[in-house]
């Protein structure tokens, strides 16, 4: 495994690796990597010749009351991970090395990013597309894998690939939990004490949505009533202060009102725990 950290490298061994008719597949990453990460790198490595894993903390991504300055990092440990996983390059740039100081340039995504996260977060999926798209061009990438941890950002990168003919695979893998349910990702590591129990209610409101579902009774497809119903367990723990709970399309991302055996949802969550912003979702389908 090689690190490379300056774009102009970076783009130099993509070429390379074209050259010798090699498929390049990405794993886009912030950093302070989990399990659910190295299984991003494991999916990369079926669809692919060599992976590359940039871990890149976006500056573009945060608003200005958000938490970049203290994004957990920790590179050595990550090497450590990825050396593991079988990963071939890791792209760690510099932010003024992908940003410089004329940098003017974004992708806007549209609709999809009006609602749910983007509705509280206003310029983050700017900062992602954006980012995502200078990725692509930087590594060359024919393929790219991404986790449904983050279901809004996937669905509008898919959208994004699709808008602008890029010429790349988006692959979306399943979330990747620890063993009581809780939703892997870096953020984790900034609850403390009872908080980190009480990040499990975002499991238990969406197990809750989906026993109810289960139960047949045609009162449990109204996805207002079931909102409702997790709305109040979440509500029931006092660290916890809801963004949102939803019920969406799964591909346009539009509030549903009803589930139903032909229009499954999406349940899509997130959740202050203290001052820890935490984000879940799943499939709802009525059986
Ligand atoms: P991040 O480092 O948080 O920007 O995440 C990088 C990639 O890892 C994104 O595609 C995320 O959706 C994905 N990811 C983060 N947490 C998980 C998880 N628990 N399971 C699967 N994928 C994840």
């Given at each position: 495994?090689?690190?490379?950290?300056?774009?102009?490298?970076?783009?130099?061994?993509?070429?390379?690796?074209?050259?010798?008719?090699?498929?390049?597949?990405?794993?886009?990453?912030?950093?302070?990597?989990?399990e659910?990460?190295?299984?991003?790198?494991?999916?990369?490595?079926?669809?692919?010749?060599?992976?590359?894993?940039?871990?890149f903390?976006?500056?573009?991504?945060?608003?200005?009351?958000?938490?970049?300055?203290?994004?957990?990092?920790?590179l050595?440990g990550?090497?450590d991970k990825?050396?593991?996983?079988?990963?071939?390059?890791?792209?760690?740039?510099?932010?003024?090395?992908?940003?410089?100081?004329?940098?003017?340039?974004h992708?806007?995504?549209?609709?999809?990013?009006?609602?749910?996260?983007?509705?509280?977060?206003?310029?983050?999926?700017?900062?992602?597309?954006?980012?995502?798209?200078?990725?692509?061009?930087?590594?060359?990438?024919?393929?790219?894998?991404?986790?449904?941890?983050?279901?809004?950002?996937?669905?509008?990168?898919?959208?994004?690939?699709?808008?602008?003919?890029?010429?790349?695979?988006?692959?979306?893998?399943?979330?990747?939990?620890?063993a009581d349910?809780?939703?892997?990702?870096?953020?984790?590591?900034?609850?403390?004490?009872?908080?980190?129990?009480?990040?499990?209610v975002?499991?238990?409101?969406?197990?809750?949505?989906?026993?109810?579902?289960?139960?047949?009774?045609?009162?449990?497809?109204s996805?207002?009533?079931?909102?409702?119903?997790?709305r109040?367990?979440?509500?029931?723990?006092?660290?916890?202060?809801?963004?949102y709970?939803?019920?969406?399309?799964?591909?346009?991302?539009q509030?549903?009102?009803?589930?139903?055996?032909?229009?499954?949802?999406?349940?899509?969550?997130?959740?202050?725990?203290?001052?820890?912003?935490?984000?879940?979702?799943?499939?709802?389908s009525v059986?």
């Amino acid at each position: 495994m090689i690190t490379i950290n300056t774009p102009e490298a970076m783009r130099a061994w993509a070429r390379c690796q074209k050259e010798q008719r090699q498929r390049i597949a990405l794993v886009p990453t912030m950093g302070y990597l989990h399990e659910g990460h190295l299984s991003l790198v494991a999916a990369a490595k079926q669809h692919a010749d060599s992976v590359i894993v940039s871990i890149f903390v976006n500056p573009l991504q945060f608003g200005p009351s958000e938490d970049l300055d203290r994004y957990p990092r920790d590179l050595q440990g990550d090497l450590d991970k990825l050396a593991r996983a079988g990963a071939d390059v890791v792209f760690t740039p510099a932010s003024h090395a992908i940003y410089n100081d004329q940098f003017d340039t974004h992708i806007v995504p549209n609709q999809l990013a009006q609602t749910l996260c983007g509705a509280s977060r206003p310029i983050h999926f700017r900062g992602v597309c954006t980012v995502v798209e200078l990725l692509f061009r930087i590594t060359l990438c024919d393929v790219a894998v991404f986790g449904e941890k983050d279901y809004q950002q996937l669905q509008i990168i898919r959208r994004m690939v699709t808008d602008l003919w890029l010429d790349v695979d988006i692959i979306g893998m399943p979330i990747v939990r620890e063993a009581d349910g809780l939703a892997m990702s870096s953020r984790n590591a900034y609850l403390v004490g009872e908080q980190r129990q009480h990040a499990l209610v975002l499991q238990r409101a969406m197990h809750t949505m989906q026993r109810a579902v289960d139960s047949g009774d045609p009162q449990w497809r109204s996805t207002q009533k079931l909102c409702d119903r997790a709305r109040a367990i979440i509500s029931d723990v006092p660290s916890a202060h809801i963004d949102y709970v939803e019920i969406v399309h799964p591909d346009t991302l539009q509030p549903l009102e009803q589930i139903t055996p032909n229009q499954p949802g999406r349940a899509v969550l997130a959740v202050w725990i203290g001052k820890t912003r935490l984000i879940d979702n799943c499939e709802l389908s009525v059986l």
